[in-house]
């Protein structure tokens, strides 16, 4: 089983909120993580929109617009990015990532389709 | 303004050598953390490597003694030997500072 497991796919509405998930495996606990998020469109390098821990400990990228935040559902043990408001330019992969067992690990990636 | 460009890829034979370089501007790279990031064409992100500023290092399992992170304080760059190549090394291999600043990346391609 993956560290780290994200949908393939997810599509949503312009401006409408897409909310992607980051499930962590089974015994490794989310809420001793801190997990990052990135966005990658076609042709480019990924680029870093946040962090998040907890409510006291989380990091929004520069310039990155209030309107992508994270969050984590405990329950299900994942982290969660969420996009707001969204726009026809956030249709990208997203890719949520965690340092564990002194390595950096990535999600598979989400493709967000808005239309 | 932070900037990062890799340089060094191309084609190369199964078994062969390549060395990767990522030179900085806009900040010292031994005063960070820095690592590499590669993406097989398709695929997603793999992390690679990285090495702290007190020189501590790390490595994927899959590139453990083959590959080599390091960097020039009198260069100001950052280095990846990539020894004993093998296909699945083929790949867009990104230098990160931090994870937050990212590099355009370089193509290797391990093919015969």
């Known amino acids: 089983q993956a560290v780290l497991t994200q949908p393939s796919s997810l599509s949503a509405s312009p401006g409408a909120s897409a909310s992607l998930t980051c499930t962590l495996r089974?015994?490794?606990?989310?809420?001793?993580?801190?997990i990052y998020w990135y966005q990658q469109k076609p042709g480019s390098p990924p680029q870093y929109l946040l962090r998040?821990?907890?409510?006291?400990?989380?990091?929004?990228g520069s310039g990155v617009p209030s309107r992508f935040s994270g969050s984590k559902d405990a329950s299900a043990n994942a982290g969660i990015l969420l996009i707001s408001g969204l726009q026809s330019e956030d249709e990208a992969d997203y890719y949520c990532?965690?340092?564990?067992?002194?390595?950096?690990?990535f999600g598979g990636g989400t493709k967000l389709t808005v239309l | 303004e932070v900037q990062l460009v890799e340089s060094g890829g191309g084609l190369v034979q199964p078994g062969g050598s390549l060395r990767l370089s990522c030179g900085v501007s806009?900040?010292?790279?031994?005063?960070?953390?820095m690592s590499w990031v590669r993406q097989a064409p398709g695929k997603g992100l793999e992390w690679v490597s990285a090495?702290?500023?007190?020189?501590?290092?790390y490595y994927a399992d899959s590139v453990k003694g083959r590959f080599t992170i390091s960097r020039d304080d009198s260069k100001n760059t950052l280095y990846l030997q990539m020894n004993s190549l093998r296909a699945e090394d083929t790949a867009v291999y990104y230098c990160?500072?931090?994870?937050?600043?990212w590099g355009q990346g370089t193509l290797v391609t391990v093919s015969s």
């Open positions: 089974s015994g490794i606990n989310v809420g001793t993580y801190r």
């Open positions: 090495i702290y500023s007190g020189g501590n290092t």
């Open positions: 990532m965690i340092w564990h067992s002194s390595v950096w690990v």
């Open positions: 990160t500072r931090d994870h937050d600043y």
């Open positions: 806009g900040f010292t790279v031994s005063s960070n953390y």
């Open positions: 998040y821990k907890s409510d006291s400990d989380k990091q929004q």
